[in-house]
């Protein structure tokens, strides 16, 4: 079964930094596009960050453009996201995503889990 | 960017009940949306894409329509296990994808 698993989440005062990751298994990771996709408690989505399959296209949201940093390890099979200058609205369940296909932009067909970042002090 | 309305923002229905969803963008996307189901406590799960297109695994009871800025989801007899938040989303005119704000769906 093709799998995301997130790890990394926690609790941080603000203005602290955090590195988010993702293991994929059992798809050719190489090949697609992948996201991370936040979801504040009770509340609704928020796109994060997306890197093409090859690094060679990235976007951010705005919310998040210039703290946060997407990458990826085509070798470990794994997605990153650095986050930097932590605020309290940063605070929320961080999904790991896959696009269904090898386009950049597409719609999301296998998430993960889920972890939980939390920043408070 | 592309900000997606969702209407209404919560409704309850009846078990075999007709039930449409719509969304609306601000400005045109074509046919680059998709609707994601995400029940109480689960992760959002993926319904149709590219406006219409039923993704594999999920019931035909699901259907969706609509291009440029006018989409709707359509469940055609609703069932208990189909409470839960549904989403549509943008990913034309990206960065940024854009989600609408969510529509609670609750068995009357």
């Known amino acids: 079964e093709v799998q995301l698993v997130e790890s990394g989440g926690g609790l941080v005062q603000p203005g602290r930094s955090l590195r988010l990751s993702c293991a994929a298994s059992?798809?050719?990771?190489?090949?697609?596009?992948m996201h991370w996709v936040r979801q504040p408690p009770g509340k609704g989505l928020e796109w994060v960050s997306g890197?093409?399959?090859?690094?060679?296209?990235?976007g951010y949201a705005d919310s998040v453009k210039g703290r946060f940093t997407i990458s990826r390890d085509d070798a470990k099979n794994s997605l990153y996201l650095q986050m930097n200058s932590l605020r309290p609205e940063d605070t929320a369940l961080y999904f790991c995503?896959?696009?269904?296909?090898?386009?950049?932009?597409?719609?999301?067909?296998?998430w993960g889990q889920g972890t939980m970042v939390t920043v408070s002090s | 960017d592309t900000q997606m309305t969702q209407s209404p923002s919560s409704l309850s229905a009846s078990v075999g009940d007709r039930v449409t969803i719509t969304c609306r963008a601000s400005?045109?996307?074509?046919?680059?949306l998709a609707w994601y189901q995400q029940k109480p406590g689960k992760v959002p799960k993926l319904l149709i894409y590219a406006a219409s297109t039923l993704q594999s695994g999920v019931p035909s009871r699901f259907s969706g329509s609509g291009s440029g800025t006018d989409f709707s989801l359509t469940i055609s007899s609703l069932q208990p296990e189909d409470v839960a938040t549904y989403y549509c989303?943008?990913?034309?005119?990206?960065?940024?994808?854009?989600f609408g704000q969510g529509t609670r769906l609750e068995i009357k």
């Open positions: 890197i093409s399959w090859n690094s060679g296209h990235i």
């Open positions: 989303q943008n990913y034309n005119n990206a960065p940024p994808i854009t």
């Open positions: 059992r798809f050719n990771f190489y090949d697609y596009a």
């Open positions: 400005q045109g996307i074509d046919k680059y």
């Open positions: 995503v896959k696009a269904r296909s090898g386009y950049d932009y597409d719609a999301f067909d296998i």
